[in-house]
């Protein structure tokens, strides 16, 4: 799809502020909601007046339970100001803290504006951060958000995809709890698919058309045959996008229904590893217990109790699970059957 080739290209020329809409946050975190009672949310990539992740975790501070909320912006967001048009300049990167949710402007209601009171009474802590010598103010890597990150239980955000594989880095080594949204193909960076293997992170419930669509500044083209433009804001959509998770819940040990069974004319091997074609997750056979290569989208039913993985099919997997698998070894291609090459498989294996 255009929109998806659109979506990585802006990922590397780190053209990146994509702004994850109200909706798909609340779809996805409903789905947490026990787990976040009690806990301290950091969302360290979110302006504080604008961020979808800031209105939904302080309008649902209550109903979620959460002890305290901090987001933060970074010095160049394009959109600061806009909707609660405290500090409007937009240059001036932010931290506010919120600790309690109440009626405060005495309307009868718990809103938005009771946030926007809240800050401009000071009720809510609110400050500008300055960054350091390395980093600007607002980077998740500067001292201040990494003292802010090791305050937090747990960090919701949609970090840009251009430090994706650093920004998840920082996550394992903090030991935090996480739910971001990034691209399919972060899936077999060679920072992430190590993680996955060894069940330090997996997929959420959200992914493809599950979420709905990203907001951008006006500079961004509208690209793609979903591109719209709602309440005046510019629309892109893409089915290339995911939620990443550490933290557990039910979905991770469902079991795939199998019903199919083995045969070598439907499940043919590859060229070039020891293993089948699986080409579709709802089509591995029940009674079949070698090495199969299963598109990537497996990952998104995958139960770590029903299934073993082993790696996946490109030159950057080098584990010795693979390199057993390889039947050339200087063959690093994708799989290949009768020489026309497939696209990325994940090299999986039943549990006995």
Known sequence: MAGNRNLNSAAKAKKDKFYTQLDDIAEEVRHYKEFFRGKSVLCNCDDPFESNFFQYFALMFNALEIKRLVTTSYADSPIAGKEISLFPDGK????????????????????????KFAIEHGIYKTAPLEGDH?????????????????????????PPFSVFREYVKQLIDAGKKFLIIGNINSITYK??????????????????RAISGFIVPDDYELYGTEARVEDGQRIVSTNQCLWYTNIETPKRYWDIPLYKKYSPEEYP??????????????????DYFGVMGVPITFLDKYNP????????????????????????????????????????????RRRQ
């Open 92 to 115: 001036t990167a932010y931290m506010t803290e919120v600790t309690e949710l109440r009626d405060w402007n005495d309307d009868g209601r718990e809103d938005l504006l009771d946030v």
């Open 134 to 158: 390395k980093y600007c103010a607002g980077d998740f890597r500067s001292k201040e958000l990494i003292a802010l990150l090791s305050q937090a239980d747990v960090v919701v955000t949609n």
């Open 305 to 348: 109790n029903q299934f073993e993985i082993l790696g996946h099919t490109s030159a950057n997997d080098l584990s010795p699970a693979v390199e057993a698998l390889r039947l050339d070894p200087k063959n690093r291609n994708r799989g290949l059957i009768n020489g026309q090459q497939k696209y990325d498989r994940i090299l999986i």
């Open 269 to 286: 091997r590859y060229d070039n590893y020891d293993a089948i074609e699986v080409s579709k997750t709802a089509e591995i056979p029940e």
């Open 191 to 208: 920072e992430i698919f190590p993680l996955i293997m060894a069940n330090k992170m997996w997929l959420g419930y959200g992914m493809g």
